[in-house]
């Protein structure tokens, strides 16, 4: 059974890079040929493709969040970390992460509020 489990800082200011962990258990990152994912839900709206690590390390972005986004991993962990750079309120939202066609996170609650 695969499990992931995030990790975050609750609140954040303003301008600030949110930084959020998944860490993995039941299964290794690195296997072929899954992918990970970030995914989030701002308060009232539907799920949000941030984007995605693959088994081979390269990674994949959401054109709108593209200038602003940075996924990586600690294969020695079997961890992968989204940071999102220069954060507005419009960045609040459930941060989920996923292994692309079946399991996901509990998430974690991201305000940016000064």
């Known amino acids: 059974q695969v499990q992931l489990q995030e990790s975050g800082p609750g609140l954040v200011k303003p301008s600030q890079t949110l930084s959020v962990t998944c860490t993995v258990s039941?299964?290794?990152?690195?296997?072929?040929?899954?992918?990970w994912r970030w995914i989030r839900q701002p308060p009232g709206k539907g799920l949000e493709w941030i984007g995605s690590i693959a088994y081979s390390g390269s990674t994949y972005y959401s054109p709108p969040l593209k200038s602003r986004t940075s996924i990586s991993r600690d294969t020695s962990k079997n961890q992968f970390t989204l940071q999102l750079s220069s954060v507005t309120p419009e960045d609040t939202a459930v941060y989920y992460c996923?292994?692309?066609?079946?399991?996901w996170g509990q998430g974690t609650q991201v305000t940016v509020s000064s």
């Open positions: 039941g299964g290794s990152i690195t296997t072929n040929y899954y992918y």
């Open positions: 996923h292994r692309a066609s079946d399991y």
